[in-house]
């Protein structure tokens, strides 16, 4: 069974950094696309930042210049780096990903981890 496990999550004063990270395991042939998302209490989930197999990188506004997202392509990893946090970057953090298998092509999510920025 595919899965994609999140980690690095945790509370953060305004202007420190958090990095997430997110492992994919189970019988994987490749993983095309990865993301990350997140949701705020009260609001929809949203896409934060996305890369591509050979590493081309998209960007929301909101984090463009702050956050970071890589990929590990032999370990099946994507990390996001955020710094300079702000409180409005409080949310639930989601891995996502399009992972092939030989039983098909899927879309999946991880759990999510609490990313939190308070003084």
């Known amino acids: 069974q595919v899965q994609l496990v999140e980690s690095g999550g945790g509370l953060v004063q305004p202007g420190g950094s958090l990095r997430l990270s997110c492992a994919a395991s189970g019988s994987i042939f490749r993983i095309n696309g990865m993301n990350w998302y997140r949701q705020a209490p009260g609001k929809q989930r949203e896409l934060v930042a996305h890369?591509?197999?050979?590493?081309?990188?998209h960007y929301d506004d909101a984090v463009k210049g702050r956050f970071t997202i890589s990929r590990d392509n032999a370990k099946n990893m994507v990390y996001l780096q955020m710094n300079s946090l702000k409180p409005e970057d409080t949310a639930v953090y989601y891995c996502?990903?399009?992972?092939?298998?030989?039983?098909?092509?899927?879309?999946?999510w991880g759990q999510g981890t609490q990313g939190t920025v308070a003084s």
């Open positions: 890369i591509l197999s050979g590493g081309t990188t």
């Open positions: 996502h990903a399009d992972i092939e298998t030989c039983q098909g092509r899927y879309e999946l």
